[in-house]
């Protein structure tokens, strides 16, 4: 099954009646109210909002990043505040080329939630109806059992990666920012030794993914003979890291892993390396 859903196979889903739940991921790091403003102002209809930083993220210390993954117990509650029931159809969009949608995607699916997918083309695809009442999200009736994060990538392996070399750092962010320039969300700029750029835009033909055979194509000339185990995916903050990870698997490149802390866990640390070439 394709993480993907088009704007017209999800109008057959929502016309179905099949057990779903529209999650508007809609949201501005440098505004942090734009995307619940944008969702009380128009959504599509029966959508409830899912917040980054109140939702998908956990307690910042400092020295975990801007976006630390919320622990597996705290997120199984929030799964259960949300409504998202194991055999709930959960479908993300946002407003981003899919990016905050990505987001919540890999959190579901690495904590064992399969069935999830991510609207292709987001709210700019969408033909349909839109809903300008907000929608509390319907707890579940059971609570959801904590599960550990899968492919999730410690700070501590992608140190012992410096020296290894086993594993290739695929780098989201914008080529400026990777090579340590108009840094405007971290204190330091740069990236970790030994990463590769690949920005996330990229996967996007307009608002929507390129065509699984393209993103093969990309993804295999940029990997050279590392398999998708071997790619360790980070960015600024663990959000755009999620959009490769996501477009290798429209490609068919399945089991690549993901540093949640990403640069800004990783520049917070002065003895950690930094490389700006």
């Known amino acids: 099954m394709t993480p993907l859903v088009s704007a017209n196979q999800l109008e057959e889903i929502l016309n179905s009646g099949e057990n779903v739940l529209l999650c508007d991921c ?4 440098t505004n942090p109210e734009a995307g619940r403003k944008a969702y009380e102002e128009s959504h599509i209809p029966g959508a409830i909002y899912v917040d980054l930083d109140q939702d998908m993220s956990g307690t910042k210390t400092g020295s975990n990043g801007r976006h630390p993954l919320p622990n597996p117990q705290d997120w199984a509650k929030t799964k259960a505040r949300l409504g998202i029931s194991p055999n709930t159809l959960v479908v993300a969009y946002d407003k981003q080329g899919s990016v905050y949608a990505s987001r919540l995607w890999w959190m579901l699916k690495a904590t064992g939630h399969a069935n999830v997918r991510v609207l292709d083309g987001g709210l700019d695809s969408w033909n349909g109806p839109m809903g ?4 509390k999200p319907t707890p579940t009736s059971q609570a959801i059992e904590p599960m550990p994060y899968v492919g999730l990538v410690s700070v501590n ?3 012992s990666n410096l020296e290894s070399g086993k594993n290739l750092v695929l780098d989201a962010r914008a080529n400026d920012r990777f090579h340590g320039q ?4 971290d204190p330091i700029g740069g990236h970790i030794p030994g ?9 996007l033909s307009a608002t929507a993914f390129k065509a699984p055979e393209q993103l093969f194509k990309d993804f295999v000339e940029l990997l050279g003979t590392k398999k998708p185990s071997e790619i360790i995916h980070q960015c600024g903050s663990g959000v755009t890291a999620c959009h490769n990870l996501l477009a290798m698997e429209v490609a068919g490149l399945k089991g690549s892993r993901l540093y949640a802390g990403s640069w800004s866990e990783w520049c917070a640390d ?8």
């Open 157 to 159: 392996d992608v140190v």
């Open 182 to 185: 108009n840094e405007t969300l």
């Open 270 to 277: 002065s003895t950690r390396p930094i490389a700006t070439d």
């Open 26 to 29: 809609r949201f501005d790091l």
């Open 132 to 135: 300008t009442i907000p929608r």
């Open 195 to 203: 990463a590769v750029n690949h920005f996330f835009k990229n996967n």
